[in-house]
T-cell receptor
Framework: EPEVTQTPSHQVTQMGQEVILRCVPI?????FYWYRQILGQKVEFLVS????????KSEIFDDQFSVERPDGSNFTLKIRSTKLEDSAMYFC????????????FGPGTRLTVT | AQSVAQPEDQVNVAEGNPLTVKCTYS??????LFWYVQYPNRGLQFLLK??????LVKGSYGFEAEFNKSQTSFHLKKPSALVSDSALYFC????????????FGAGTQVVVTP
């Protein structure tokens, strides 16, 4: 069964450093998302992406964040200058054209900012 | 604003007994409701959705959910729980102002004992 994959599974970085979290969505999916979950808190929407542009973003997704689909398979989330409060589990998700509401999630990347 | 609430942090059930995980929602307009399950070190897995139609929705792994408009509830059920159903369950609602943004509940840990 096709699945969303994410790398790395765990990323440790120092405050102020840039990080790139990588995702490979399911191959025929057209809609892509990033969510995050701070330890002990709810899963929160960050951004959705369709047709090579951001469709929607939350207030969390400020100018320190960016997303990109650099080729036909990868979908990345970049944090330019990490803060301690960016420590969280980051989930990538994708959905298909004919069922956009069924989002399929990757296993997540645990980001630890020290 | 749309939201869901999961009133129970944890549900304990013996194997073979019925399992219910509660969810209530608050939306303006018609709700799009979802259940996801998360196993340790795995991403969120889609279980089922309600968009329109029958109030009883059947999903993966023998789960079903009942949409109740008068009680604004969308409880997840399984007639006979398995030990392998032990996981974290999330209820979610799609923002009516959005096509892709999901709002998640806090999650309910299900523990099924042999």
């Amino acid at each position: 069964e096709p699945e969303v994959t994410q790398t790395p599974s765990h990323q440790v970085t120092q405050m102020g450093q840039e990080v790139i979290l990588r995702c490979v969505p399911i191959s025929n999916h057209l809609y892509f998302y990033w969510y995050r979950q701070i330890l002990g808190q709810k899963v929160e929407f960050l951004v959705s992406f369709y047709n090579n542009e951001i469709s929607e973003k939350s207030e969390i997704f400020d100018d320190q964040f960016s997303v990109e689909r650099p080729d036909g398979s990868n979908f990345t989330l970049k944090i330019r200058s990490t803060k301690l409060e960016d420590s969280a589990m980051y989930f990538c998700a994708s959905s298909a054209r004919d069922s956009p509401h069924e989002q399929y999630f990757g296993p997540g990347t645990r980001l630890t900012v020290t | 604003a749309q939201s869901v609430a999961q009133p129970e942090d944890q549900v304990n059930v013996a194997e073979g007994n019925p399992l219910t995980v509660k969810c209530t929602y608050s939306v303006s307009g018609n709700p799009y409701l979802f259940w996801y399950v998360q196993y340790p070190n795995r991403g969120l897995q889609f279980l089922l959705k309600y968009i329109t139609g029958d109030n009883l929705v059947k999903g993966s792994y023998g789960f079903e959910a009942e949409f109740n408009k008068s009680q604004t509830s969308f409880h997840l059920k399984k007639p006979s729980a398995l030990v392998s159903d032990s996981a974290l369950y999330f209820c979610a609602v799609r923002d009516t102002d959005s096509w892709g943004k999901l709002q998640f509940g806090a999650g309910t840990q299900v523990v099924v004992t042999p």
